[in-house]
């Protein structure tokens, strides 16, 4: 019975305050179609892959050289964006410094694997795909005389691989309108808390702790 009614004063509250949980969540969801779409500036992403191996002895590999090729894998990630190989890649990208260049990279490694996947997010997809390329190119040319490497290829360019990655409309607009639900339910809330003005019979019950006898209709 006690779940009854307080289901019963949730749906009291809710309809109390329909206006208020129908209207802040519309705003919050055109506030955030307006961002999504007019105001945020979108990105894109373009990858590509790098091997890095040594070449093989007596056309065969040892496993121990594979297995210390993987576990230098992170070695050469780093190397990647490091100042020596970015400072190249800035020549060829005059907007961008090495810094800048090393916040638009992202490189991933798969585990127990040799090969390095290389993203570039930037405002556009030639840009993206052209950095990438340059990353990828200038890594190969110059990792030889950073570490014992011998044997660098490039398994994939980076050309026609940029797809758009913000901002990202549906969860945007998504997560706007959960925003707006989430701060109409607290201002109702409050509002119920707060209220202290007695408006029905219940309420007169509930604060006097007596039942109403009768009621007087207003008479203009």
Known sequence: MENTLDLMRVWEIIKKNWKL????PLIFLILSAIF???LAKPKYEASTQILVSQKEKESKMMAQ???SNIQLVNTYAEII?????LDDVAKENKDYSADKLSKMIDVNTEADSQILNVGVRSKSEKESEKIANDVAKVFSKDVPDIMSVDNVSILSKANGTAEKVSPRTIMNLFAGLILGL????IIAALREIFDKCIRTEE???KELGVPVLGSIQ???
């Open 203 to 205: 309420d007169v019950e």
């Open 65 to 67: 050289e594979v297995q």
């Open 182 to 185: 989430v701060l109409a339910i």
């Open 218 to 220: 207003k008479i203009k």
């Open 81 to 85: 964006k490091s100042p020596r190989i």
């Open 21 to 24: 949980l129908v209207i802040i």
């Open 36 to 38: 999504t779409f007019f």
